[in-house]
T-cell receptor, first 113, second 113 residues
Framework: GDSVTQKQGQVTLSEDDFLFINCTYS??????LFWYVQYPGQGPQLLLKVTTANNKGISRGFEATYDKGTTSFHLQKASVQESDSAVYFCALVASSGSWQLIFGSGTQLTVMP | EAAVTQSPRNKVAVTGGKVTLSCNQTNNHNNMYWYRQDTGHGLRLIHYSYGAGSTEKGDIPDGYKASRPSQENFSLILELATPSQTSVYFC????????????FGAGTRLSVL
């Protein structure tokens, strides 16, 4: 079945550091991939989306590129701020055609001032 | 602005008791979802619905029922609550286009004692 793997449970950085969060996936179809962000006390919200048509998504300074060869979908940001502290989820659309999203286990990002 | 409202925001229940979590959306989306969030597991799908009168089992449906009486409302029911169901529950809505973007509520924190 479809799956999404985020091995980094927690990442701690200082302001202006470079962010890289790893995500790999497994599916039988050409995937549509998402990054969702969850701020404290809130539900997840869409950060960016990538399809096989565009291969890259950019939003609010974050960037993600889809690599079919390595089945990876990493999230990057050149310079993080304290306000970026949140949980980041990688997700993909299920191949079953049921409009479900399969989520990774999430990466807690803490940015120190 | 898309809006998904969950109630209650916090709930303490006793083992063996009945718990109902409610969700209302004003997005006019056909699809609605119930996820639970636990550390190390990310977001796991419990039940979902394609429209009024429809409910489908997600990945972890055991011990939960769902009800979709109208386009706007989707409930999650724990008939006999157990401590293992202590978690944060999120409701989401989404449309049936290829966008697959989900809009989440703020969550319900449930403690079963």
């Amino acid at each position: 079945g479809d799956s999404v793997t985020q091995k980094q449970g927690q990442v701690t950085l200082s302001e202006d550091d470079f962010l890289f969060i790893n995500c790999t996936y497994s599916t039988t179809t050409y995937p549509t991939l998402f990054w969702y962000v969850q701020y404290p006390g809130q539900g997840p919200q869409l950060l960016l989306k990538v399809t096989t048509a565009n291969n890259k998504g950019i939003s609010r300074g974050f960037e993600a590129t889809y690599d079919k060869g390595t089945t990876s979908f990493h999230l990057q940001k050149a310079s993080v701020q304290e306000s970026d502290s949140a949980v980041y989820f990688c997700a993909l659309v299920a191949s079953s055609g049921s409009w479900q999203l399969i989520f990774g286990s999430g990466t807690q990002l803490t940015v120190m001032p | 602005e898309a809006a998904v409202t969950q109630s209650p925001r916090n709930k303490v229940a006793v083992t063996g008791g009945k718990v109902t979590l409610s969700c209302n959306q004003t997005n006019n989306h056909n699809n609605m979802y119930w996820y639970r969030q636990d550390t190390g597991h990310g977001l796991r799908l419990i039940h979902y619905s394609y429209g009024a009168g429809s409910t489908e089992k997600g990945d972890i449906p055991d011990g939960y029922k769902a009800s979709r009486p109208s386009q706007e409302n989707f409930s999650l029911i724990l008939e006999l609550a157990t401590p293992s169901q202590t978690s944060v529950y999120f409701c989401a809505s989404g449309d049936r286009t290829g966008e697959n973007t989900l809009y989440f509520g703020a969550g319900t924190r449930l403690s079963v004692l």
